[in-house]
């Protein structure tokens, strides 16, 4: 399983500890991950998401998951956080 924001795409970053003495060693900055379940207002079920506590307070601000979905980018989306935002559009289109 991948260090990333099903959401934001948001990932591991790469960086250097540095000692008093100015030695440099390399050090992974993880993203805050946690597995969540989002509900879908207008498909009335639940999907699995492993998200970013970032991304997770996003979600709450614009208004749930669908809000959500409408105004993200497809490139910065999971597979499977992609094919939950067409069946969305779908079902809002039919509606």
């Known amino acids: 399983m991948s260090r990333r924001c099903e959401l934001t795409g948001k990932g591991v970053l790469v960086g250097n500890n540095v000692s008093h003495a100015n030695n440099k060693t390399k050090r992974r900055f993880l993203p805050n991950l946690n597995d969540v379940t989002l509900q879908s207002e207008t498909l009335g079920r639940s999907f699995k998401f492993r998200v970013s506590t970032a ?38 289109a039919t509606a």
């Open 55 to 92: 991304a997770l307070r996003t979600v709450d601000h614009r208004g749930g998951l669908d809000a959500f979905l409408a105004k993200a980018k497809d490139a910065d989306l999971s597979d499977t956080a992609l094919k939950v935002k067409k069946q969305i559009e779908k079902a809002q």
